[in-house]
């Protein structure tokens, strides 16, 4: 073979070999530069201890770590996120399983089935149907019945249950003005559903027929009555003038002889003895 075309074949070679070896350096560059993905939920509360948030706690760090686990990092930056997202007496009581996982053993799993252990409650369900049976609409508005009514459903697991049940069990919590009415329908539908949009048609009805509230002012003025009316201008005329009592004047006095007392005010008596109808009070002689 030519010695020119064996070398040109072998430098053919050695460069292909480069351009592989460029290739592959250039994807660790770019796996190394790659940005992280941002993450789309909020960090959750963190777990304080009270067994009552713990079923709103569960499904909030499982739904952080299935959307963003990417984004949180591998399995180790996981199993501390999750140790992070509990209060400082919850990691105490899982330290010691912190303190003897190793570099293979990282699972945030482990924790959370821990957690379950101890404050997840095994008959929630069962009381949650108890209570579901039990609740009843009272003086509740329609909208706050049906809101309690769909959520204790719900942790009762009861969304798969038979329409006609779930029907029943809401019908039977309704007030008795709303099953009164519910009774006086012919055709009621078998779907739960519409089962509960006719029931909220009907407590719409029930309200826009109500009569309008009275006012204490209005009765109080219907009880006084209209100044124009004639029974009210009855009642309320001028009063009588008050009768005067006249007393005889004794023959002794003959001023007051001379000029009897005709009225109570001194214009009624003459000019010349105006005194005369205070010298007839003062005697005890009129009232």
Do not use: C
């Not at 660790?28 to 304080?48: H, N, V, Y």
């Not at 990092?73 to 990691?91: E, K, M, P, T």
């Not at 942790?155 to 038979?162: I, L, M, S, T």
């Amino acid at each position: 073979m030519d010695p020119v075309q064996t070398a040109i074949a072998e430098l053919q070679v050695e460069l292909q070999r480069q351009r592989d070896e460029i290739t592959f350096l250039r994807s660790i560059i770019s796996s190394r530069t790659a940005t992280k993905p941002k993450p789309s939920l909020p960090d959750p509360e963190k777990f304080t201890g009270q067994a009552f948030k713990f079923d709103t706690w569960l499904p909030s760090i499982r739904a952080k770590l299935r959307v963003d686990g990417e984004a949180i990092g591998d399995a180790i930056a996981q199993f501390y996120y999750v140790y992070l997202n509990l209060d400082s007496q919850v990691q105490a009581m899982v330290l010691p399983q912190l303190s003897q996982v190793d570099e293979t053993s990282y699972d945030y799993h482990t924790i959370l089935d821990q957690l379950i252990r101890v404050y997840d409650n095994p008959n929630k369900v069962q009381e949650a149907e108890d209570k579901l049976y039990a609740l009843k609409q009272g003086t509740d508005s329609l909208h706050v019945y049906t809101a309690k009514f769909e959520r204790v459903l719900y942790e009762a697991r009861g969304q798969d249950w038979p329409d006609v049940n779930k029907i029943s069990t809401f019908r039977n919590g309704l007030n008795s003005t709303l099953r009164n009415r519910l009774a006086q329908q012919l055709n009621l539908p078998s779907k739960y559903s519409d089962f509960v949009r006719i029931v909220q048609q009907l407590a719409g009805r029930s309200s826009s027929s109500l009569p309008p509230p009275t006012s204490h002012n209005n009765n109080h003025h219907h009880q006084q009555g209209d100044p124009m009316e004639l029974n009210h201008i009855a009642t309320t005329s001028t009063p009588q003038r008050k009768q005067v009592v006249r007393k005889r004047v004794p023959a002794n006095i003959p001023a007051l002889q001379a000029y009897p007392y005709e009225g109570e005010e001194d214009d009624d008596w003459p000019e010349e003895v105006r005194d005369g109808p205070d010298l007839a009070r003062m005697l005890g002689y009129t009232d």
